[in-house]
Antibody, heavy 116, light 110 residues
Framework: QVQLQQWGAGLLKPSETLSLTCAVY????????WHWIRQPPGKGLEWIGE???????KYNPSLKSRVTISGDTSRNQFSLKVNSVTAADTAVYYC??????????WGQGTLVTVSS | QSVLTQPPSASGTPGQRVTISCSGS????????VYWYQQLPGTAPKLLIY???QRPSGVPDRFSGSKSGTSASLAISGLRSEDEADYYC???????????FGGGTKLTVL
């Protein structure tokens, strides 16, 4: 059974860098695409971007200038970095496996709060 | 402002049938598969419908999906109290080269 377990700092100050990692258990890291999705409190879902085992990436145009998604095939993990965070980046961040909007597997979610 | 448009709320009584719509354009719903998610409070979204009208194993057949042109719908028949949740549609957008979600519909079982 595929499981995604994620972790990272939950409280940041404005201008700091958000950093989250997602580990994949019970399945292959190769041949799949790995995504980050976020949800501001009380709001809807927003796609952040994706990577695959080959290192290719796609990002949401609205976040592209501040986001980096990378994978570590040796550890079956992938990571998210968002630079220069503001209060608008406060959200629950999810990692997920899938493609084109099809996400059968999700991490448990991490609440990241940006506050001075 | 979400790329895909959903009604913010929907409601029904136990046993009723409700439908939730998702409207897009030719660059997203019109040319790609649609996916539906159910999100209970405090939990990660759960895939409910994939490839427009397919149910993953374990999803009751009370849930069904359809797509026509640039719109899609999720139908829930035999409404139950445990169906009270937020529902999201999702698809790929060829113009944005990314995944887009609807704004979500909060379903209340009266």
């Amino acid at each position: 059974q595929v499981q995604l377990q994620q972790w990272g700092a939950g409280l940041l100050k404005p201008s700091e860098t958000l950093s989250l990692t997602c580990a994949v258990y019970g399945g292959s890291f190769t041949n799949y695409y790995w995504h980050w999705i976020r949800q501001p409190p009380g709001k809807g879902l927003e796609w952040i971007g994706e990577t695959n085992h080959g290192g290719s990436t796609k990002y949401n145009p609205s976040l592209k200038s501040r986001v980096t998604i990378s994978g570590d095939t040796s550890r079956n993990q992938f990571s998210l970095k968002v630079n220069s965070v503001t209060a608008a980046d406060t959200a629950v961040y999810y990692c997920a496996r899938g493609r084109y909007g099809d996400y059968p597997y999700w991490g448990q979610g991490t609440l990241v709060t940006v506050s001075s | 402002q979400s790329v895909l448009t959903q009604p913010p709320s929907a409601s029904g009584t136990p046993g009723q049938r409700v439908t939730i719509s998702c409207s897009g354009s030719s660059s997203n719903i019109g040319s790609n598969y649609v996916y539906w998610y159910q999100q209970l409070p405090g939990t990660a979204p759960k895939l409910l419908i994939y490839r427009n009208d397919q149910r993953p194993s374990g999803v009751p057949d009370r849930f069904s999906g359809s797509k026509s042109g640039t719109s899609a719908s999720l139908a829930i028949s035999g409404l139950r109290s445990e169906d009270e949740a937020d529902y999201y549609c999702a698809t790929w957008d060829d113009g944005l080269s990314g995944v887009v979600f609807g704004g979500g519909t909060k379903l209340t079982v009266l």
